[in-house]
């Protein structure tokens, strides 16, 4: 049994972790939260994806799975990664239950290999400000037609203090060598909450490489 006191503190983490993007303190959360993160799969991924035929997909930062374990259930090929074991842990896990494999890695993105142009699909969600800052990496390792679908805290979020989110525009400037298909900047809940039901700024784009 978690103390409360700890169990408060933790479910206050992940923007705080994300600013640090530290491994032990995302294996705490997600030890101590098991399934109390976000399990169903992210909205824009959902619209995202829907029509598409089923390819190979990278899901940064996958956290739990909720996202890789969806397309895998759709008949994609997925890589995730994550640098928390006990992120991966849980995702296999899950995998296994629902009998969608996915390729389940412990890694850092900066650490993997620059897969070229052999991506389908992208996912960077909610992953800090990872999408900018590995920038041309990701977009390196998109297949000519190739879609990225972003999804995270504008940095103007309250909990982040101006910190380790995405700027205004930032996205847009960022990835101005892909066909940008969809942006936004707006208030909405997001699918990661330190408060739940609060709305704060969050951006979201979908681009494709052309
Ligand atoms: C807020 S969670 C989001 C998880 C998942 N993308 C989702 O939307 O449910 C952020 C995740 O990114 C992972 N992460 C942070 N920095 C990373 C990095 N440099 N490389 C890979 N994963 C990272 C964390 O371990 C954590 O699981």
Not at 73 to 84: L, P, Q, Y
Not at 138 to 156: C, N, Q, R, S, T
Not at 165 to 185: A, P, S, V
Request: with cysteine; hydrophobic share 45%.
């Amino acid at each position: 049994m978690i103390p409360r006191i700890l169990l408060l503190a933790l479910l206050a983490l992940p923007l705080t972790a994300q600013r640090r993007s530290d491994a032990p303190t995302w294996d705490e959360i997600y030890a101590a939260r098991g399934g109390n993160v976000p399990v169903k799969p992210s909205a824009l991924v959902l619209e995202t994806t829907a029509s598409l035929p089923p390819g190979e997909a990278l899901d940064i930062g996958m956290g739990n799975g909720r996202n890789a374990i969806y397309l895998a259930r759709k008949g994609w090929k997925v890589t995730g990664i994550d640098i928390s074991k006990e992120a991966v842990k849980l995702a296999e896990a899950e995998a296994k239950k629902l009998g969608a494999p996915i390729e389940a890695k412990v890694s850092r993105f900066e650490d993997l290999p620059p897969y070229l142009n052999r991506f389908d699909v992208i996912l960077c969600m909610y992953v800090q400000d990872l999408a900018t800052k590995n920038a041309r990496k990701i977009m390196d390792m998109l297949k000519p037609g190739g879609l990225l679908i972003v999804e995270g805290y504008h940095d103007a979020a309250p909990a982040l203090a101006g910190r380790a989110g995405y700027g205004t525009n930032q996205l847009l400037r960022t990835f101005n060598r892909l066909h940008i298909l969809r942006y936004e900047d707006r208030e909405m809940q997001p699918e990661w909450a330190a408060v739940p039901q609060a709305r704060v700024p969050v951006v979201r784009l979908v681009a494709r490489k052309d």
